[in-house]
Nanobody
Framework: QVQLVESGGGLVQVGGSLRLSCAAS????????MSWFRQHPGKEREFAAA????????YYADSVEGRFAVSRDNAKNTIYLEMNNLKPEDTAVYYC?????????????????????WGQGTQVTVSS
């Protein structure tokens, strides 16, 4: 069983920065992707950013491209989401997800159904 634990959320002003962390435990081999999704109040969960484990390739939603950066620390089995120039529309619960199935790429890294494990979420609130 894999556990994902997010941290780093909080309240920040418009234009500010936050760094989220997601630590994975229980299994790291055969991981294909780790990603960040977010869910705005009353809306469906949406893709934000992803990193491919084997070569660190990164993927971003258009809404965060150029402002967010996803990275990983192999030794700690942890990924990070550096969020800069935050906007009120970035206010959401941010979830970490991990994909272990080789079909993840075929399903699509931006699709929530590609992922096998999810964290509990961390709230990010951007105030104006």
């Amino acid at each position: 069983q894999v556990q994902l634990v997010e941290s780093g959320g909080g309240l920040v002003q418009v234009g500010g920065s936050l760094r989220l962390s997601c630590a994975a435990s229980g299994r790291s081999f055969s991981m294909y992707y780790m990603s960040w999704f977010r869910q705005h109040p009353g809306k469906e969960r949406e893709f934000a950013a992803a990193i491919r484990w084997r070569d660190r390739s990164t993927y971003y939603a258009d809404s965060v491209e150029g402002r967010f950066a996803v990275s990983r620390d192999n030794a700690k089995n942890t990924i990070y989401l550096e969020m800069n120039n935050l906007k009120p529309e970035d206010t959401a619960v941010y979830y970490c997800a991990a994909a272990f199935s080789p079909t993840a790429q075929a399903v699509g890294v931006r699709m929530s159904r590609a992922y096998d494990y999810w964290g509990q979420g961390t709230q990010v609130t951007v105030s104006s």
